[in-house]
């Protein structure tokens, strides 16, 4: 059994050459699905540059699926089995002319959405932006409703359009409110972005049997990063009283690689304090899921953005205890989004509703431009790492799309 020494899994003598500042090290092993010119889309793990195929060193037709979907509900003991196996071959030099063959490089393979979606739900669980977004919508009011500090916050989205990083965001259409109150309709003219962790269910529950928050890792495989497209002006003139609608579920686009929660150990932080406290389903105190992950903005390659989702109020666990205390049953394959993720400078908001406050104070680019919201062309791309062990940092690779002018209003 190899542990990480001293010195950490950087000390551990792997055969593989990775590149020092490697995002995807022996102690992360993230899942995607890829593709290679006449082969059908399989498993396989992202290793330095490489990705490990899966489906061909091990045979098993589990992997060889196109999603991750039915080697996730198998469950939290064939998820640390395969972590266990993958990381002994990768570490023992007597594998190395075996899996050799089955290491292909990145930079050669496509990669798909790993999962099929079932549910799609999305939270609003970072007290900056709530604040935030309510001093801008709701100007004169309290920033947070009365139920914001008592409950994860959230909605249920369209599974339909969650698509992999890369896939093209085409200006949505719809009605927004025109300057003398009667609706217009036409392109959105307030495209913007959120920046969020995506959490993905492996194992399902029973109906009837809610998760606590203890359960977390029980069901919850890994993380990945995601992009909460959001027409703002649609968003704005039909949220009321039912919430997001069409202002969000034309596109959301997700990371490649679902970074398994066994990689976020060492990244496991002490959440905000809840005050007031919590009810007993909520409370998190003997284990809590605060994950310090930085994620970074960039908005046609310059970072815009660093938010910090350390700092988030309600944690991952809890957002899945609250989805489920109803007692609606998770499926494999459920996703659930964090809520875009600000922190309290003005360079750690999440969006450009926050970054130019509502439109009022433009986001000056280092080219001169600058932006209230999204313009035709305009690439969107989301990347994250994480503390692992010995020093390392666990990345999440990225998540991207570019803006294309509407077509549905021609
Ligand atoms: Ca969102």
């Excluded at 916050?153 to 093209?168: C, E, F």
């Excluded at 406290?277 to 605060?290: H, I, K």
């Excluded at 990347?383 to 002018?405: H, K, M, N």
Aim: glycine share 14%.
């Amino acid at each position: 059994m190899v542990g990480p020494g001293p010195l950490g899994v950087t000390a551990r003598d792997t055969w593989l050459e990775l590149p020092e500042d490697t995002g995807f090290g022996i102690a992360n092993l993230p899942l995607g699905v890829f593709s290679t010119a006449g082969r059908p889309p399989r498993t396989g793990i992202a290793i330095g540059r490489h990705v490990l195929d899966l489906g061909g060193l091990t045979g098993d037709p589990v992997h060889s699926t196109g999603s991750l979907n039915a080697f996730m509900a198998l469950g939290p003991g064939a998820w640390r089995g395969l972590r266990e196996q993958v990381t002994d071959r990768l570490t023992d030099e007597r594998y190395r002319a075996r899996i050799e063959p089955h290491l292909i490089p990145r930079a050669g393979v496509r990669l798909h959405l790993p999962i099929a979606v079932a549910d799609y739900v999305d939270f609003y669980s970072s007290e900056q932006h709530a604040v935030n977004v309510g001093r801008i919508f709701r100007p004169g009011s309290p920033p947070l409703t009365p139920n914001w500090k008592h409950l994860p916050i959230g909605y249920h989205g369209r599974a339909g359009t969650v698509d992999v990083s890369g896939t093209p965001v085409l200006r949505p259409c719809g009605q927004r409110e025109g300057p003398d109150g009667e609706p217009i309709f036409g392109p959105s003219t307030r495209l913007d972005f959120e920046a969020e962790l995506g959490f993905v269910v492996g194992a399902p529950s029973e109906p009837g049997r809610p998760v606590p928050v203890g359960a977390f890792p029980d069901h919850v495989f890994g993380v990945c990063l995601l992009n909460d497209w959001s027409a703002r002006d649609l968003q704005a003139w039909e949220y009321v009283p039912l919430g997001p609608f069409l202002g969000k579920s034309f596109r959301t686009s997700i990371s490649p690689w679902v970074v398994p929660l066994a990689a976020l150990e060492e990244a496991r932080v002490r959440p905000p304090v809840r005050d007031p406290r919590p009810l007993p389903y909520l409370r998190d105190d003997e284990d809590p899921w605060g994950l310090d992950i930085t994620l970074e903005v960039r908005l046609g390659g310059e970072t815009v953005s660093r938010p910090p989702a350390a700092g988030l109020y309600w944690t991952a666990a809890q957002q899945l205890a609250h989805l489920t205390v109803n007692g609606a049953n998770l499926r494999t394959g459920d996703l659930y989004g964090s809520g875009t993720v600000s922190g309290p400078e003005r360079n750690q908001r999440g969006s450009l509703l926050e970054l130019s406050w509502g439109g009022t104070d433009p986001l000056t680019l280092a080219d001169g431009s600058a932006r209230t919201f999204l313009e035709d062309g305009d690439v969107v791309t989301l990347t994250a790492s994480a503390p692992g062990p010995g020093g390392t940092r666990v990345g999440f690779g990225e998540v991207t799309g570019q803006v294309l002018p509407a077509r549905c209003c021609q």
